[in-house]
């Protein structure tokens, strides 16, 4: 009778201890949701003033245009590069809260990837060349894959931009795009500084920048690879990456047919 006792109680035991750990989690996770909402909505509702506030700027040197010192003139354009740093930021906090809170919309569809992937290319030309960099293109004839297009091409935008903003004048940077039958990759390598091994694992994770000072000098914040990484999750996807400090960087994106 007492062996049967105990075993009754312990598992009641289990089963309350079960039962509490559940109501627990659901009040946890509504806060975690709230919390996500709340980031989102924050992000959202700060870029109202922010551009307000470019636009007040504009103002203000447009009035006085024939008055302002070059002194004011620097200030007034210091503060239009503050304002737009901080509202990209906000944009991609805003994106990063909404895809934890899953309330990004995929819209999945089949496309042609050479002609966009050409198109995005493009979009660097100039830059690149300021830089005196050689941005150079490996593509096939054609490569239908489904994916959200708008995403990829934010993906393949940071990725490149990154490519250029960490390589040195008069380097080089080559987009491909492999055609694999199991799994196309996008691949974009550059011979810039590289990324030292102990900060690979780690340059995905948000607001982490290797060089603190001279990546904020680059305008960044350390949020480009954490979207992409989202980016490429939702996609089913995986990023490999080989570099080293010197040496360049390679960023292969694969993702399944
Ligand atoms: P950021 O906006 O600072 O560029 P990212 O999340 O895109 O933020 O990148 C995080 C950090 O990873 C960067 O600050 C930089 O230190 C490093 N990094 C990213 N791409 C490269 C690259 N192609 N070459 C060297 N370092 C890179």
Same mark, same amino acid.
């Given at each position: ?31 975690? $949701? ?16 922010? *551009?307000? !506030? ?17 002194? *004011? ?5 210091? !503060? $239009?590069?503050?304002? @737009?740093? !901080? *509202? ?27 002609? $966009? ?58 987009? @491909? ?14 011979? @810039? ?18 060089? $603190?000072?001279? *990546? ?5 914040? @350390? ?35």
């Amino acid at each position: 009778v007492f062996i049967l006792i105990l075993i009754v109680f312990i598992i009641a035991a289990v089963k309350l201890s079960a039962a509490m750990s559940q109501k627990a989690m659901i009040p946890i996770q509504r806060t975690f $949701k709230h919390q996500q909402q709340f980031l989102a909505d924050a992000s959202h509702e700060l870029r109202t003033p922010l *551009s307000i !506030m470019n636009t007040s700027l504009d103002v203000i040197e447009l009035e006085n245009a024939e008055t302002i010192t070059p002194y *004011s003139k620097e200030v007034v354009s210091d !503060m $239009k590069e503050e304002i @737009g740093r !901080m *509202s990209r930021m906000l944009r991609d906090l805003l994106m990063l809260a909404r895809s934890d809170a899953g309330s990004v919309e995929f819209e999945m569809a089949a496309f042609d990837m050479v002609p $966009k992937l050409r198109q995005w290319v493009l979009a660097f030309e100039s830059v690149a060349q300021k830089k005196g960099i050689a941005l150079r293109t490996m593509f096939p004839d054609a490569l239908t894959v489904k994916g959200d297009s708008e995403r990829l091409k934010q993906l393949v935008y940071i990725l490149l931009d990154n490519a250029i903003k960490y390589t040195p004048e008069g380097g080089k940077v080559d987009v @491909g795009l492999d055609p694999n039958p199991r799994q196309w990759r996008i691949i974009v390598r550059d011979s @810039g500084i590289g990324i030292a091994e102990t900060d690979q694992p780690r340059i995905f994770d948000r607001f982490y920048r290797v060089e $603190k000072h001279r *990546s904020r000098e680059e305008g960044s914040a @350390g949020l480009g690879l954490a979207i992409a990484k989202q980016i490429v999750v939702a996609h089913r996807g995986s990023v490999v990456l080989e570099s080293a400090p010197g040496k360049g960087s390679t960023f292969s994106v694969e993702f399944p047919v």
